[in-house]
């Protein structure tokens, strides 16, 4: 029997998914053992002996998030319990308390339970203004990265330290742990191609602490005009870069938990493509499909979900796809690179579409148009990892520089 082309794609993607799942599924041994256990993990703002001495007497500002949390307190909270002088609070994308979705712009607001003003850096802005830094003494950053290049935490990060370089007053850093934080992959940022979603060069899984980011931006001399930011910070303890550390609070409302932090380096590519990535259900970041992918063995169908996903992508559609939630679990643990073969695969069973990419989203999440081209040239994924190989090598040595704890390779 002939089947279609676009049938018999399905089935090799299909078979394929099938036998990773079975081995992710398996007890492999990788080239590095990982601890699983995080408990025993103190992230810098539990470490109040250490910088509550350097705030006393400041005029603060803080820019935090929902996850900015001492053992389930939120930081703002401690420090006023303390005494401390917030005089605002600036908030990244999805907001203070977490309650916007992704892409949502943020106005300026007075936080309903501290009565603190809180300016957004999510809105009109994504830097704060000579003004919005007047009167204040120091700056505490404290939110919970996820170590993704385009995951743009670390671009408001660059940002304030650019602002606090410009207004001469000083940034304290009160580190966390990075989830994934135990590999480093993908091409590196070509700055032609700089934007919020990638504003240095990096590759889209770096391996470092924000703190680790931070100290890197500053002495590599990459803020503006060469810039350097008066960087202090606290650091963790007990914690490496074997460390999976599993995160106590979803650090955005698409990635709800440890499946979908692991599988999001990967499957956000798809979010310059034709593909849904499964916003809009329980599970974002854990499936993909598309309403043409009709032989695959998962559907899903997206809903408006205020406050996460508003309007996903193939909105009340059937798609058609994958489900990867035990994948997701099982398979990064060892694996320890970004897969690509989803989205080979999808290009594929699709047709080669022209529509398929978006191409400035697409180009802008990878940091370079290589990797869309070839794509579309049939590469394979060992021909496609090794056009960057070359460069992870060039930035394994810059980041060795600014490494705060032992690393996954020691």
């Known amino acids: 029997m002939n089947f279609p082309i676009i049938n018999a794609k399905l089935i090799v993607l299909s078979i394929s998914l099938i036998i990773l799942n079975l081995l992710s599924n398996a007890q492999i041994t990788g080239e590095v053992n990982l601890n699983e256990k995080s408990d025993d993990v103190v992230t810098g703002a539990e470490r109040t002996e250490v910088y509550f001495p350097v705030l006393k007497n400041k005029k603060i500002a803080i820019v935090a998030n929902h996850t900015s949390i001492i053992k389930k ?7 006023l319990r303390a005494g401390f002088y917030i005089d605002r609070i600036f908030c990244p994308e999805h907001g203070l308390r977490g309650e916007a979705e992704a892409g949502e712009n943020i106005n300026n607001y007075t936080d309903s339970k501290t009565h603190l003003p809180v300016i957004s850096l999510y809105g009109s802005k994504k830097k704060p203004n000579q003004q919005d830094f007047k009167g204040i003494d120091i700056v505490v950053f404290d939110i919970q990265d996820v170590g993704v290049r385009f995951y743009t935490y670390i671009s408001t990060l660059s940002l304030i330290m650019e602002a606090c370089a410009e207004n001469n007053i000083p940034l304290i850093i009160l580190d966390r742990p990075n989830p994934n934080g135990y590999y480093v992959d993908g091409p590196i940022l070509d700055k032609k191609f700089t934007s919020f979603i990638g504003m240095h060069p990096v590759p889209i899984v770096y391996g470092m602490t924000v703190a680790e980011y931070a100290c890197m931006i500053n002495d590599e001399g990459w803020l503006k005009n060469n810039m350097k930011c008066k960087l202090q910070y606290v650091p963790l303890l007990n914690y490496d870069h074997k460390t999976l550390y599993q995160l106590p609070i979803s650090p955005s409302p698409n990635l709800p938990n440890m499946s979908a932090i692991y599988l999001y380096p ?17 599970f974002p970041f854990q499936a993909f499909g598309h309403p043409e992918l009709k032989d695959a063995p998962f559907s899903f169908t997206p809903r408006s979900i205020p406050g996460v996903c508003a309007n996903p992508i193939y909105l009340n559609k059937e798609c058609k796809g994958y489900d990867l939630r035990s994948f997701g679990k099982n398979y990064f643990y060892n694996h320890r690179q970004i897969y690509l073969f989803w989205l080979i695969e999808c290009y594929k069973a699709l047709g080669s579409k022209d529509s398929f990419f978006n191409k400035d989203l697409f180009d802008k999440l990878a940091g370079n148009s290589s990797l869309r081209e070839m794509i579309m040239q049939g590469k394979t994924e060992d021909e496609i990892r090794a ?5 992870l090598n060039e930035f394994m040595k810059i980041r060795k520089k600014y490494l705060l704890y032992p690393d996954f390779d020691n």
């Not at 307190?73 to 420090?79: F, K, N, R």
């Not at 310059?272 to 499964?278: L, M, R, Y």
């Not at 056009?387 to 460069?391: E, R, S, V």
């Open 387 to 391: 056009t960057w190989q070359n460069d």
């Open 266 to 282: 990967s499957l956000c590519l798809f979010e310059g493509t034709i593909i849904s990535v499964a916003r809009g259900t329980d």
């Open 73 to 79: 307190v939120h930081l703002v909270d401690t420090l």
